[in-house]
Nanobody, 120 residues
Framework: QVELVESGGGLVQPGGSLRLSCVAS????????MGWYRQAPGKERELVAR???????TYGESVKGRFTISRDNAKNMVYLQMSSPKPEDTAVYYC??????????????WGLGTQVTVSS
């Protein structure tokens, strides 16, 4: 049974910093692309950052230069370092594990999410 558990969310001031963590179980972690998505009230879920098995990283346009994704395959962990957050970064952040074969998604798993609120 796949389980993704996020932690580290909370209230952060604009311009501060916050680190989200996600621990995965029930998957062969090193074979999965890992990502962070977010969903704000009334908006669609959007990609924040993704790191593939070969280390290739993709960032959403709105977070480029501010957020950093990393993974630790030995610990089955993926992290999102949020620097200089803005109020518009307020959302529920979800951890995602995706098993890919080329362009095909073989399996897709999600955590329950962690709330991040950026406010002074």
């Amino acid at each position: 049974q796949v389980e993704l558990v996020e932690s580290g969310g909370g209230l952060v001031q604009p311009g501060g910093s916050l680190r989200l963590s996600c621990v995965a179980s029930g998957i062969i972690f090193s074979t999965n692309a890992m990502g962070w998505y977010r969903q704000a009230p009334g908006k669609e879920r959007e990609l924040v950052a993704r790191i593939r098995t070969d280390g290739t990283i993709t960032y959403g346009e709105s977070v480029k230069g501010r957020f950093t994704i990393s993974r630790d395959n030995a610990k089955n962990m993926v992290y999102l370092q949020m620097s200089s957050p803005k109020p518009e970064d307020t959302a529920v952040y979800y951890c995602n594990a995706r098993l890919l074969r080329g362009a095909f998604i073989l399996a897709d798993s999600w955590g329950l999410g962690t709330q991040v609120t950026v406010s002074s």
